[in-house]
Nanobody
Framework: DVQLQASGGGLVQAGGSLRLSCAAS????????IGWYRQGPGPERMGVACIGSSDGDIYYTDSVKGRFTISSDFAKNTVTLQMNSLKPEDSGVYYCAAAPFPSSQAAQYGDWGQGTLVTVSS
């Protein structure tokens, strides 16, 4: 079974930085993707960034481009999300999730880790 564990959340002032990590294990195939999703006050989770293990394809949602960087060490099954210039609207619970290929669609991600809370104060 695929297992994902996110860590690195916390409280930071606007303009600050946080680094989230996702430790993944249990993949039965070499090709997969890890995505980061944020859940704010509403019920929906918004895709933030994702990266594929096969080709290194990377996607960012528009609101984080130029501020967030996703990187991976797939040999260690670890994906990192470096978040700089944080804004209050970046606050939420961040989840890492696994899919067979990079996608911005949450429905493609069948395995989810527990979330890590990010709070950005103004």
């Amino acid at each position: 079974d695929v297992q994902l564990q996110a860590s690195g959340g916390g409280l930071v002032q606007a303009g600050g930085s946080l680094r989230l990590s996702c430790a993944a294990s249990g993949f039965s195939s070499e090709g997969y993707a890890i995505g980061w999703y944020r859940q704010g006050p509403g019920p929906e989770r918004m895709g933030v960034a994702c990266i594929g293990s096969s080709d290194g394809d990377i996607y960012y949602t528009d609101s984080v481009k130029g501020r967030f960087t996703i990187s991976s060490d797939f040999a260690k099954n670890t994906v990192t999300l470096q978040m700089n210039s944080l804004k209050p609207e970046d606050s939420g619970v961040y989840y890492c999730a696994a899919a067979p290929f990079p996608s911005s669609q949450a429905a493609q991600y069948g395995d989810w880790g527990q979330g890590t809370l990010v709070t950005v104060s103004s």
